[in-house]
């Protein structure tokens, strides 16, 4: 046990003044930063989220999404007792039941017609017992993971490189490096906690140079000093260049070259047959700024690249990786503090996951199933027979094979592929025609959940037990401080009552977490001497009170040398055969995608407040007040040519599919290019799920689709009506043909269009708002302009206030919002409610930006026209960004845009 | 050496015109007023709460007897003037004073009119003009029973809703399909009808007076479909004629009213005119801010001193029923030409409604919500466009500017960065 270890896990935190419910430290589910979180629950059932000072990952800084945990733990919608096709059955029911399908499959079809679809939300120990399940009892490697989406190109990367799947460095490395080189990552919003780490250290620092590489000019182009525009899949060739360049320039490391790596020759031949010219026409960047980032790096004895989906989520994101990895392998900048290549994970447990052989080509304890000898080290330990000897089916290819009936039994755990996946309606396809689906969730209806045969009630964060890796190799306990509700169960149960029911008993004998913790970290440890990155023998005994104490710790953490760095290669010492790092020759031809037919190239990511497929900050309405609806950001000049408005409503298409998406014009985005976000599912909006664009197009190394360059054209969309609703319900019926919903603190607010026409706008106000009873109507309209305006009373309170117009809805949305709070005590003052903005001396608060305190851009304006010269003078006055700090890039880009307005 | 000048009348729009006065030329004139009301000057707008009860007529008193006597203006009260004598420059009253004049104004008012009907002489059968038309319905009050008003329009209504007010049963009968019809289109109309019988007054629209019936003192109104409403008190307030018989008889022009010029004079360049019985460019007015202008008009020439001729403006009508907040201005018609934003909470007794011609204001109606009255009377009156204001228009001056939405709300609130 590390020394921090021995302070208490839980630890009565009880406040100055309130008294504050005894609070549990555990880490936040969001992105693989895994910042720490002193949770605890008041005896009225609310929930208090704060930043643990203690943790390293965060020291007590939280974003948005980890502030508003507290929002999303309620029971609404949740999946509470086990389903066997939509009817509720006892719990051994519906086990028995998954346990003699899975078997019969195995038995008439063999191992491989039997699969799971895991994620990097499952904390460590569901995911080591059903990796133990599916390779060591079952027989087959049918294993993969959303991780596959994010991290697999990195995983072959490290593994090409390094022989194991190893992130050298530590986030520390950050704050220490001279240059830090941020590629294909989306920082400011995707890993804000890192982001705020770094803009502090710049602070402190300010000779520390930031260097983005990203096709769009994101909120962490705040930080940059140089933005390099690439075109999509121009990286390989710009990293292929700059190998090039240090060598050329004799920035070369050439004793560590030749005393740690092979390779090298081939690596830096195929750099060198890129031209100038070559790199220009592929980067789409100017020849000066290539020279420019390449002179920094190759000065910057301290650099870091940190690198995510932009990166990975490539035909050759495998290749994209190396190409970063060459040049820090070249320059011996690797393992030491402030120098390394940084692979960011955009999962909670995406590190787990692969520690303990989640995807379908790796063992477990980052052995590798083609090595017979990791193979026989497994079995042994396992106690098996017949475990997997090859690779199974990843992820694209796996739900593939559930289409064309290879797969006749699936069970998808914590994730929800019919939005995430490539070709997402094929997926929806194959899980229709699939024989037997189970689906372990904690809610009870996804567009994934509701294809299941059978429904397994799963806890949810707050309710489950047990450990999570991040990105610098540090596992963090999550911990429990919410009752589990219903009948739901963690997902290591359910693994092990189904193995247990398929004849594997004494495998799968587990009281807790804790007792799979210790067989995992036994495993790690196990005939390792060294030979393997990843070993946490330490911990190969530890009791359940001292997994229930346990404080974060990076790995390695081996058997009696406890301490040390802990950054990896800084001497060598690879996981290759001969313990040698490879340089990999890296192909870096750009995919041409684009066509006549499909001009535009389209990107997919995150917004800055919401995660995933929304099912859980959905539930908050300060982080649905962010981002509304699906968006399509294009370049004023791309839309003119198509005749796409600002807030118009356009079509997104190509072969695969088509998506109806809000037109946000804006030159940060390059010409010829559009962003869709990637969160909108059919459970908050008609035609939003973006995947279902994204073509099953793989890397042939990592499996990993390319979900950043995908050919799509954009049209304007012919709609006949525009509209905009608060709802006191959510609302239900025949909704109209483009809606997407989102929360608000009294109610729900949806946007959204009719293509035909909405027909008498008082009928469709009534449908929308469910109205049941006496309502009162009033109603606005301007017949000549087609704006129509409709609320609903009752029992002097607000049901619903709608917007129709033939233009884009213009109003003031939060204040509107607000209204479902009032109690109308004058009927007569209540038309003020269609106005759409406040009056005098009711200040609208705009689009709210600070989503901790709700802080309105208006506001923000407000507070610069009173004199407030900058974001800490507007923190002081506001409050605004100093809270996680997450919206300090915004309030800084209005801050910006005024100073460029005024200029102007 | 000081001019004569002689009023005949002493309602609000020569009040107003000697404030005018006074204060340009304080010391050009000797005043004189001829009065036919044995009072001082008042305001006459305020008679119907007098006639409920919420105010005395001490308080509606625009002048008292020491202004006169402060300005040395002689006021004969009581004093009908019976002759213009324009060749002598004299007038003669009907108690037998002349008065010599070197300027004459003639404000003479209106008359009610009364529907020629059989029985509209019986005794009990009043108009609504002037104070002693109050006071003698606030004796028929007394008895507690039944009166009906002919006539749905502004001083029917009023009269009904004081008469209501003072414990009467009242029943209002009124000629058109909804009331006040020249003010309210009919969905205004029929929420004010509804607002109104929810205070216990009994409204018939369509309805017309066949006869007053009664033996000696006035018993019911006969409508022509033979119906008799009973009756101790009957109200004619059918609308008004302006009062020129003077005029006419002194010899100078008379169309529907004395005809004046954008000065306020009459075809006798001594003699003015202003009021309910003046015509300016072919219309007579009937409310008080033309009324008004008239007074500044005529003032700022007598005093001889530039002033702007009168110019024809809507003017809007509020009707003063205690709870019953009403508005109308203008031109509410429809027509191919024009397009309307209206604005309707039945259940609240909101309703709106503007009515636009080339993105100004032609016409506003409003029931339930009146405090926006004055900015859109302004707006109407510039002839201001309204384009981008018409969005929260109807929502009113407070909805204007200040807290203008949110630029990015026109894309749905979309982040301003992605």
């Known amino acids: 046990m590390t020394k921090a270890s021995e302070s208490e896990g839980i630890s009565n935190m009880a406040g100055r003044e309130a008294p504050e419910p005894p609070t549990v430290r555990t880490t936040c589910p969001y992105c693989g930063v895994g910042c720490g979180i002193l949770a605890g629950r008041h005896p009225g059932g609310s929930v208090s989220i704060t930043g643990d000072h203690e943790h390293p990952a965060n020291f007590g800084r939280l974003c948005s999404k980890g502030s508003a945990l507290g929002e999303t733990v309620d029971l609404d919608g949740r999946l509470l007792f086990p389903q066997v096709d939509g009817r509720r059955v006892p719990w051994d029911d519906a086990l028995d039941l998954v346990a003699q399908r899975f078997s019969e499959a195995i038995a008439s079809h063999g191992p491989d017609s039997v699969a799971f679809y895991v994620s990097g939300q499952l904390l460590t120990e569901d995911y080591y017992v059903a990796n133990k399940l599916m390779k060591g009892f079952i027989g087959s490697a049918n294993i993969d993971t959303n991780s596959r989406l994010c991290m697999a190109s990195s995983v072959a990367g490290h593994r090409r490189a390094f022989g194991t799947d190893t992130v050298p460095g530590t986030y520390e490395d950050l704050e220490l490096a001279d240059l830090v080189v941020v590629t294909g990552s989306n920082l400011a919003w995707c890993h804000p906690v890192l982001y705020q780490r770094l803009l502090a250290a710049k602070a402190a620092r300010p000779q520390m140079r930031v260097v983005l590489i990203d096709p769009r000019a994101t909120m962490t182009d705040h930080i940059a000093d140089l933005h390099l525009a690439i075109k999509a899949d121009g990286d390989a060739a710009l990293f292929c260049g700059l190998l090039a360049h240090i060598a050329a320039s004799s920035h070369l490391d050439r004793t560590y070259i030749e005393k740690h790596t092979d390779g090298f020759a081939a690596a830096l031949a195929a750099a060198r047959a890129l031209s100038l010219d070559e790199i220009v026409r592929q980067t789409g960047l100017p020849a000066g700024q290539i020279g420019e980032f390449y002179r920094l790096f190759a000065n910057a004895e301290r650099t870091v690249t940190i690198y995510s989906q932009g990166v990975n989520q490539s035909s050759g994101g495998t290749d994209k990786v190396n190409a970063i990895i060459n040049c820090h392998l070249a320059t011996g900048r690797i393992g030491r503090p402030g120098a390394g290549p940084f692979s960011v994970t955009g999962q909670p447990n995406a590190m787990g996951g692969r520690e303990v052989g989640g995807l379908a080509n790796m063992l477990a304890s980052h052995m590798d199933i083609e090595n017979a000898a990791h193979r026989d080290i497994v079995g042994r330990f396992w106690g098996s027979r017949g475990a997997a000897e090859k690779s199974g089916l990843k992820a694209v290819d796996l739900f593939r094979a559930v289409g064309d009936g290879r797969i006749k039994a699936l069970w998808i755990m914590a994730t929800n592929p019919v939005d995430s996946l490539p070709d997402a309606n094929a997926v929806q396809a194959a899980l229709e025609a699939c024989p037997f689906v189970v689906v372990s969730d904690m809610m009870a209806d996804t567009d994934t959940v509701r294809h299941a045969h059978v429904r397994l009630p799963a806890l949810a964060w707050g309710e489950k037990d047990g450990t999570v890796t991040n990105s610098e190799r540090r596992i963090s306990r999550q911990r429990a401080f919410l009752p589990p509700p219903g009948e739901a169960k963690p997902d290591w149960w359910h693994v092990c009552q189904v193995a247990r029911r398929m004849g594997y008993s004494e495998a799968f004998d587990y009281a807790g977490p804790a007792e799979i913790y210790r067989e995992h970290a036994a495993l790690t440890g196990f005939e390792n001497n060294g030979s393997r990155d990843l070993d946490i023998g330490a911990h190969a005994a530890i009791t359940k009170a001292e997994f229930d104490r346990m404080m974060p710790f990076q790995w390695p953490l081996r058997q009696g040398q406890p301490d040390g760095d802990t950054r990896f290669f800084a001497d060598g010492g690879f996981y290759t055969t001969n313990r040698r790092g490879r340089f990999i020759a890296v192909d870096a031809a750009r995919p041409e995608r684009m066509s006549d037919a499909f001009p535009l190239v389209l990107n997919t990511g995150r917004v800055r407040d919401h995660w995933h497929t929304m099912t859980r900050t959905a539930k908050s309405h300060r982080l649905s007040g962010h981002a509304t609806e699906p968006y399509c950001e294009m370049h004023p000049d791309d839309a003119a040519v198509l005749g796409i408005g600002a807030g118009t409503l356009v079509r997104v298409e190509n072969a695969h599919g088509t998506v109806v998406a809000r037109a946000l014009l804006s030159d940060r985005q390059a010409r010829g290019s559009v962003f869709v976000p990637m969160h909108w599912t059919d459970q908050n909006s008609a035609r939003g799920r973006i995947n279902a664009l994204v073509p099953p197009v793989i890397d042939p190394v990592s499996g990993q689709p390319a979900s950043k360059n995908v050919a799509v054209r954009v049209a304007a969309l012919p709609v006949a009506h525009y509209g905009y609703a608060v709802l006191a319900a959510r609302p239900g019926g025949d909704m109209p043909d483009y809606w997407a919903l989102a929360r608000e603190s009294g109610g729900w607010s949806v946007e959204f269009a009719s293509f035909t026409g909405v027909g008498d706008v008082s009928t469709r106000a009534r449908a929308m708002a469910g109205a049941a009873g006496e309502t009162e109507l009033l109603t606005y309209r301007d017949e000549a302009t087609g704006s129509e305006r409709v609320a609903l009373f009752q029992d002097s309170r607000l049901i619903g206030a709608f917007f129709f117009s033939q233009r884009p809805i213009v109003i003031a949305r939060a204040h509107v919002a607000e209204e479902l709070h009032t109690v109308f005590g004058d009927p007569r003052s209540r038309c003020r409610v269609v106005a759409g903005q406040p009056g005098s001396g009711r200040p609208d608060p705009g689009r709210i930006v600070c989503s901790c305190l709700t802080v309105g851009v208006n506001q923000i304006n407000a507070a610069l026209d009173g004199g407030c010269p900058d974001a800490d003078a507007i923190g002081r006055a506001l409050g605004a960004g100093t809270n996680c700090g997450s919206c300090r890039s915004e309030i800084q880009a209005i801050i910006n845009e005024r100073t460029t307005q005024a200029a102007e | ?418």
């Open chain 2, 1 to 418: 050496m000081k001019q004569k000048l002689v009023i005949i009348g002493n309602g609000m729009a020569p009040g107003r015109m000697l404030e005018h006065l006074f204060e340009r030329a304080p010391d050009a004139f000797d005043v004189t007023i001829f009065n036919a009301e044995p009072r001082v000057n008042y305001d006459r707008i305020m008679l119907s709460p007098v006639l409920s009860g919420e105010k005395s007529f001490e308080e509606i008193v625009i002048h008292g007897d020491g202004w006169y006597i402060e300005r040395g203006i002689t006021l004969y009260k009581g004093h009908r003037i019976d002759a213009i004598d324009r060749d002598a420059g004299t007038v003669t009253s009907d108690q037998g004073v002349t008065e010599c004049y070197d300027k004459l104004v003639i404000a003479t008012g209106s008359v009610p009119f009364v529907i020629p009907v059989p029985g509209n002489d019986l005794p009990g059968v009043l108009t609504y003009r002037d104070l002693d038309d109050v006071n003698a319905m606030l004796l028929a009050a007394q008895a507690r029973s039944k009166a009906v008003v002919i006539g749905g329009g502004l001083l029917g209504l009023e009269a009904a809703a004081g008469l209501k007010e003072r414990g009467m049963d009242v029943t209002v009968l009124h000629l058109m399909p909804t009331l006040m019809e020249r003010q309210l289109d009919s969905s205004a109309g029929y929420l004010l009808q509804r607002e109104l019988e929810g205070r216990g007054i009994n409204i018939i629209t369509k309805a017309t007076t066949r006869a007053i019936v009664g033996d000696g003192y006035v018993e019911g109104v006969k409508l022509d479909d033979g119906t008799v409403i009973p009756a101790s008190l009957v109200v004619m307030a059918a609308g008004i004629r302006p009062n020129a018989g003077l005029g006419k008889a002194a010899g100078l022009d008379v169309s529907r009213g004395i005809v004046v010029d954008g000065c306020m004079r009459t075809s006798d360049p001594d003699i003015y005119a202003l009021g309910e019985c003046a015509e300016v460019g072919g219309e007579v007015y009937g409310l008080v801010a033309p009324l008004y202008q008239m007074a500044r008009v005529a003032a700022g020439h007598l005093a001889g001193v530039p002033t702007e001729a009168f110019q024809h403006a809507e003017t809007p009508t509020k009707l003063k029923v205690t709870g019953v907040d009403l508005f109308s201005l203008g031109d509410f018609a429809e027509g191919d030409d024009r397009e309307e934003i209206v604005l309707r909470d039945a259940s609240a007794g909101v309703y709106k409604r503007l009515v636009l011609k080339e993105d100004r204001i032609i016409g506003v109606v409003l029931y339930g919500e009146t405090a926006d009255g004055a900015w859109f009377t302004d707006l109407h009156k510039k002839q201001a466009d309204i384009s981008d204001l018409r969005d929260t228009l109807i929502f009113g001056q407070a909805y204007q500017g200040g807290a203008s939405a949110d630029p990015m709300a026109a894309v749905a609130a979309l982040p301003e960065d992605a």
